[in-house]
């Protein structure tokens, strides 16, 4: 968020405070200025002496002048755009003023651990960001004590509020908290374990109950018109109007709750806890996991201000509470993502979803995968994409291992278009799993693929050691004397590109006599076989037996 600029005061003191030798300079000018029978002449050399005076007797105020090195200001406040706003018709006032400042020059120095340091604004804004509500000019906020608000939960706009009437019902709510804040103090003094209601306290629980009889009558004809009006024009970018609705007790306790929500959350604004336009989706609770996001993901509004998400594992809907998710897990009849399943092995499945088909769920896929994903930019434009879902079955359901998904028609010839493994299936193998069943697919296909960049970074580290360890493999099971590259792709579906900077990386390409030669390092072909045999048979590979998949011929 850029700094304000602070604005320094010509001849003010470093801690902010005038200066009464300066003030006094500049109301003797002005008053000088005024007077046109005295000589301009004469008018300069009063004021070089006194500047010369107090060069020598006013240590602070050099201090003070040395402190900002930047142009004088004009009276607007701004730099001086031509020379012609500042004074130099004097020769002896400017030498006098280069005297005055060669001696704050060497003042300064002596004295600079103890010069006082500038005090900072407690709170910032950055202008360049707005509320996202639509006609909004991010002036005012729901707690009435802000000037402006970057956020749906402090717009008044959105809450059918204006600016000065945050203000007013921030004022009687001040009020109202000391009036109670107040009796409470007194009736702690003469508290008994079985005290019974004062008159005062029996009074306003009449009151309540008067107010309250009816909240519970319903809408009249004239009201729900304005009602209806209301929503049709504004939709989803205004709060419904809440009036008549409950009775004015249960509005204004309601009004309470959402005024204290929007001061927590501006606290933890100010105290750079949470910035403006940034996520605050910190966990989502999937499944039986509770997992901590990485990077923002676009959830609507009213979702990701709420700090913690509740998903569906099988549907992947979001919800904003544990009893909404206990009320829908209860009803929800998918077990499985829906589309083919093409692959199966043990209890590794997976499943070929149509985002042209199932678009609700390919987008719910994309959000959740956002959260994890730095480089990703794709989360409503689903129909011309494919996503290949890997699960892991027990009696309970298919779980989400991971995806990646890629397009339909690549011109490229890209076989992954994004790619992830979920927080908790990392760092067992299921990376590597979902790449090589992304190559088992180009294989069918005919294809040589790449994934399409940019690679996040621990797509690269997957990537990289995916295609070390088809080399290293390819390289053990070579039997012949000369190594095309071309023959490694056609073979193993990798990219030439891809292969070529592999074996850099692995010194194993060297060029000699106008030619580039494959080396083959047997100790780095020994490393990986020992590592094999003490992975030893691991159901973490892709078995191309127990593929059932034909190539799509068009969508």
Same mark, same amino acid.
């Given at each position: 968020?850029?700094?304000?600029?602070?604005?320094?005061?010509?001849?003010?003191?470093?801690?902010?405070?005038?200066?009464?030798?300066?003030?006094?300079?500049?109301?003797?000018?002005?008053?000088?200025?005024?007077?046109?029978?005295?000589?301009?002449?004469?008018?300069?050399?009063?004021?070089?002496?006194?500047?010369?005076?107090?060069?020598?007797?006013?240590?602070?105020?050099?201090?003070?002048?040395?402190?900002?090195?930047?142009?004088?200001?004009?009276?607007?406040?701004?730099?001086?755009?031509?020379?012609?706003?500042?004074?130099?018709?004097?020769?002896?006032?400017?030498?006098?003023?280069?005297?005055?400042?060669? %001696?704050?020059?060497?003042?300064?120095?002596?004295?600079?651990?103890?010069?006082?340091?500038?005090?900072?604004?407690?709170?910032?804004?950055?202008?360049?960001?707005?509320?996202?509500?639509?006609?909004?000019?991010?002036?005012?906020?729901?707690?009435?004590?802000? &000037?402006?608000?970057?956020?749906?939960?402090?717009?008044?706009?959105?809450?059918?509020?204006?600016?000065?009437?945050?203000?007013?019902?921030?004022?009687?709510?001040?009020?109202?908290? &000391?009036? +109670?804040?107040? %009796?409470?103090?007194?009736?702690?003094?003469?508290?008994?374990?079985?005290?019974?209601?004062?008159?005062?306290?029996?009074?306003? *629980?009449?009151?309540?109950?008067?107010?309250?009889?009816?909240?519970?009558?319903?809408?009249?004809?004239?009201?729900?018109?304005?009602?209806?009006?209301?929503?049709?024009?504004?939709?989803?970018?205004?709060?419904?109007?809440?009036?008549?609705?409950?009775?004015?007790?249960?509005?204004?306790?309601?009004?309470?709750?959402?005024?204290?929500?929007?001061?927590?959350?501006?606290?933890?604004?100010?105290?750079? %806890?949470?910035?403006?336009?940034?996520?605050?989706?910190?966990?989502?609770?999937?499944?039986?996991?509770?997992?901590?996001?990485?990077?923002?993901?676009?959830?609507?509004?009213?979702?990701?201000?709420?700090?913690?998400?509740?998903?569906?594992?099988?549907?992947?809907?979001?919800?904003?509470?544990?009893?909404?998710?206990?009320?829908?897990?209860?009803?929800?009849?998918?077990?499985?993502?829906?589309?083919?399943?093409?692959?199966?092995?043990?209890?590794?499945?997976?499943?070929?979803?149509?985002?042209?088909?199932?678009?609700?769920?390919? %987008?719910?896929?994309?959000?959740?995968?956002?959260?994890?994903?730095?480089?990703?930019?794709?989360?409503?434009?689903?129909?011309?994409?494919?996503?290949?879902?890997?699960?892991?079955?027990?009696?309970?359901?298919?779980?989400?291992?991971?995806?990646?998904?890629?397009?339909?028609?690549?011109?490229?010839?890209?076989?992954?278009?994004?790619?992830?493994?979920?927080?908790?299936?990392?760092?067992?193998?299921?990376?590597?799993?979902?790449?090589?069943?992304?190559?088992?697919?180009?294989?069918?296909?005919?294809?040589?693929?790449?994934?399409?960049?940019?690679?996040?970074?621990?797509?690269?580290?997957?990537?990289?050691?995916?295609?070390?360890?088809?080399?290293?493999?390819?390289?053990?099971?070579?039997?012949?004397?000369?190594?095309?590259?071309?023959?490694?792709?056609?073979?193993?579906?990798?990219?030439?590109?891809?292969? +070529?900077?592999?074996?850099?990386?692995?010194?194993?390409?060297?060029?000699?006599?106008?030619?580039?030669?494959?080396?083959?390092?047997?100790?780095?072909?020994?490393?990986?076989?020992?590592?094999?045999? *003490?992975?030893?048979?691991?159901?973490?590979?892709?078995?191309?037996?127990?593929?059932?998949?034909?190539?799509?011929?068009?969508?």
């Amino acid at each position: 968020m850029p700094r304000r600029r602070q604005r320094h005061m010509v001849g003010s003191g470093s801690d902010g405070t005038e200066d009464s030798d300066s003030s006094a300079e500049r109301e003797q000018t002005n008053s000088s200025e005024s007077d046109g029978n005295m000589p301009k002449r004469q008018r300069l050399t009063r004021a070089s002496t006194r500047l010369s005076q107090s060069s020598q007797d006013t240590p602070d105020l050099k201090r003070a002048a040395d402190h900002d090195e930047s142009p004088p200001l004009t009276p607007t406040g701004n730099a001086p755009s031509s020379e012609s706003e500042l004074d130099i018709s004097s020769p002896n006032a400017s030498h006098d003023e280069s005297q005055a400042k060669d %001696q704050a020059n060497r003042d300064s120095d002596k004295d600079l651990s103890h010069r006082p340091k500038r005090r900072r604004c407690h709170e910032t804004y950055n202008f360049n960001m707005k509320c996202p509500t639509p006609g909004c000019n991010s002036l005012g906020h729901l707690t009435g004590k802000h &000037e402006r608000h970057f956020a749906v939960s402090g717009c008044p706009l959105y809450h059918n509020l204006s600016a000065d009437e945050c203000k007013v019902k921030a004022i009687s709510r001040e009020k109202q908290e &000391e009036d +109670v804040k107040g %009796q409470e103090e007194n009736n702690s003094r003469h508290a008994t374990r079985h005290q019974t209601p004062t008159s005062k306290q029996s009074k306003y *629980k009449e009151q309540v109950a008067e107010m309250r009889k009816g909240r519970n009558s319903g809408l009249q004809k004239d009201q729900k018109e304005k009602h209806m009006e209301h929503r049709q024009a504004h939709s989803n970018t205004r709060e419904p109007l809440l009036e008549n609705i409950t009775s004015e007790y249960d509005l204004e306790l309601f009004r309470k709750a959402q005024a204290r929500a929007s001061e927590d959350l501006e606290k933890l604004r100010i105290q750079g %806890q949470i910035t403006e336009g940034s996520n605050m989706i910190k966990t989502i609770l999937f499944g039986r996991y509770e997992l901590d996001t990485w990077y923002h993901s676009p959830y609507p509004e009213e979702y990701a201000r709420l700090g913690r998400l509740y998903v569906c594992e099988f549907c992947l809907k979001y919800m904003k509470s544990q009893t909404i998710l206990r009320r829908h897990m209860a009803k929800c009849v998918w077990k499985h993502p829906p589309g083919d399943e093409v692959y199966r092995k043990g209890g590794i499945s997976v499943f070929e979803v149509d985002g042209k088909k199932n678009k609700i769920y390919c %987008q719910n896929l994309c959000l959740l995968a956002k959260l994890f994903l730095d480089h990703k930019t794709l989360y409503y434009d689903v129909e011309p994409f494919l996503f290949y879902v890997m699960t892991e079955a027990d009696n309970t359901g298919c779980h989400l291992v991971g995806y990646f998904s890629k397009e339909k028609n690549s011109f490229l010839n890209y076989n992954v278009s994004c790619i992830l493994t979920m927080p908790q299936y990392m760092r067992q193998g299921f990376g590597k799993m979902l790449i090589d069943f992304s190559y088992l697919l180009s294989k069918v296909e005919e294809k040589v693929g790449s994934p399409e960049r940019p690679l996040s970074d621990l797509g690269l580290i997957s990537y990289r050691s995916y295609w070390k360890e088809v080399l290293l493999r390819y390289m053990y099971n070579f039997q012949g004397k000369e190594i095309s590259i071309k023959e490694i792709s056609q073979e193993t579906a990798v990219n030439p590109v891809d292969i +070529v900077s592999t074996l850099q990386s692995l010194q194993m390409l060297k060029y000699w006599k106008g030619k580039h030669l494959v080396l083959k390092r047997q100790d780095l072909i020994d490393e990986w076989k020992a590592k094999e045999i *003490k992975r030893g048979n691991s159901n973490k590979t892709i078995d191309p037996s127990s593929l059932k998949w034909t190539p799509p011929k068009g969508t």
